[in-house]
């Protein structure tokens, strides 16, 4: 499923639809080029989720986490992140085993740790100033 998204009412929608997933897919991995707007597609689904959550980037904090009504939500930010060993120094796999949303920026170093199941794959691009979303 692939949107053409030229607002913030365009990425809204996509965000929807990541929510409605989340039940089966509560593992999102965010893929895109820096300023892409990943965290601005986290900040929107959490305003769907709870609009009293304050999202902000866990570059420097590699994690943070929202409560909410449901639960904890995750949002990873594995940019400066040196290799796989350092998700395991923080626990990593056992906040992919809860259940429980885990929204993950920069996923490609996390790619052993993920499961089979469970697993959706955002891919946001941007080219001559048009952005495009696809959800797999």
């Known amino acids: 499923m692939t949107f053409k998204v030229d607002s913030i009412a365009d990425m809204s929608e996509v965000a929807s639809v990541i929510s409605?997933?989340?039940n089966s897919s509560p593992i999102v991995l965010l893929n895109g080029a820096m300023g892409?707007?990943?965290t601005t597609l986290v900040t929107l689904l959490m305003e769907q989720v709870d609009p009293s959550?304050?999202?902000s980037s866990p570059?420097?904090?590699i994690v943070q986490v929202y409560e909410t009504p449901q639960g904890p939500y995750y949002h990873f930010d594995l940019?400066?992140?040196a290799g796989p060993e350092e998700l395991l120094d923080f626990?990593?796999?056992e906040y992919l085993d809860s259940g429980q949303p885990c929204l993950i920026e920069w996923p490609e170093i996390a790619e052993a740790l993920l499961p089979d199941k469970g697993v959706m794959k955002v891919d946001i691009s941007l080219k001559n100033g048009h952005r495009s979303v696809s959800i797999n």
Do not use: A, Q
Request: charged share 30%; hydrophobic share 30%; aromatic share 16%.
């Open 20 to 22: 409605s997933k989340l």
């Open 91 to 93: 626990g990593f796999d």
């Open 53 to 55: 959550v304050e999202v």
């Open 36 to 38: 892409s707007g990943k």
């Open 59 to 61: 570059t420097y904090s």
């Open 79 to 81: 940019y400066r992140l």
